[in-house]
């Protein structure tokens, strides 16, 4: 089966770094995308990796490794703004996007 | 701007009483998306049309179906809600299908259900 893992929730303090890890097993793969998705808003596109390596993006960076299935979302200088939910999801070999639950980000001051 | 709108943004339906959630898009996007999430769950994608094409996921229940009459608008009927069926809708669209083009989302339909 496909199954895409993060953390549930995550707490970090502004101003600090975090980084949110993602894991997937997938049939297929052209590509990992995370997205941003405040509280009872849709979510937002951030990120885009299919190469290995790492994609800075402003204060969001994103890493992926295909050899491991792994990605990371790295968040530097956080604002309380940051609080929101953190969804990975890679496309797999028939172009279909396959979801993550999400992290929670919780920002304290 | 070019963007997904979804309306209404909250909607309240009795249980069994028939509901239709709309959706328009001007990025003038050949795909468009229906994705059902749950509170702290990952969306789960009900319908996709590649343009006119309707693309009914496997898992998707009887209860729900959808309209594409044109390029820029689609719906999602709900024919007899259930309170299963609470939770925020989701339109996206995508440039075209089996690509790695990005999917953007509108700002969703909470449906409630009582």
């Known amino acids: 089966g496909q199954n895409i893992d993060q953390p549930t929730e995550m707490t970090a303090t502004e101003g600090a770094i975090v980084q949110i890890n993602c894991t997937y097993q997938t049939s297929g793969f052209n590509g990992l995308f995370w997205y941003q998705q405040h509280a009872g808003e849709a979510p937002t596109f951030l990120s885009y990796?299919?190469l290995d390596g790492l994609e800075e993006k402003g204060r969001f960076s994103s890493f992926l490794s295909r050899s491991k299935g792994y990605s990371y979302l790295l968040l530097k200088e956080l604002q309380m703004k940051d609080s929101a939910s953190y969804l990975c999801a890679v496309m797999d070999s028939n172009y279909q996007l396959i979801w993550g639950a999400g992290t929670k980000l919780i920002i304290k001051p | 701007d070019a963007m997904v709108i979804q309306n209404p943004r909250y909607q309240v339906t009795q249980f069994g009483k028939p509901v239709t959630l709309s959706c328009s898009q001007t990025?003038?996007?050949?795909?468009m998306y229906w994705y059902q999430q749950k509170s702290s769950q990952a969306p789960k994608l009900l319908f996709h049309?590649?343009?006119?094409?309707?693309?009914n996921e496997a898992d998707t229940p009887d209860n729900f179906q959808s309209r594409r009459p044109n390029t820029s608008f689609c719906f999602l009927d709900i024919r007899s809600p259930g309170l299963g069926d609470a939770a925020m809708y989701l339109c996206?669209?995508?440039?075209?299908?089996?690509?790695?083009?990005?999917?953007?989302f509108g700002p969703g339909t909470r449906l409630t259900v009582l």
């Open positions: 990025l003038n996007h050949n795909v």
């Open positions: 990796n299919v």
């Open positions: 049309y590649y343009d006119k094409d309707f693309n």
């Open positions: 996206a669209t995508s440039r075209a299908e089996g690509t790695t083009d990005t999917q953007y």
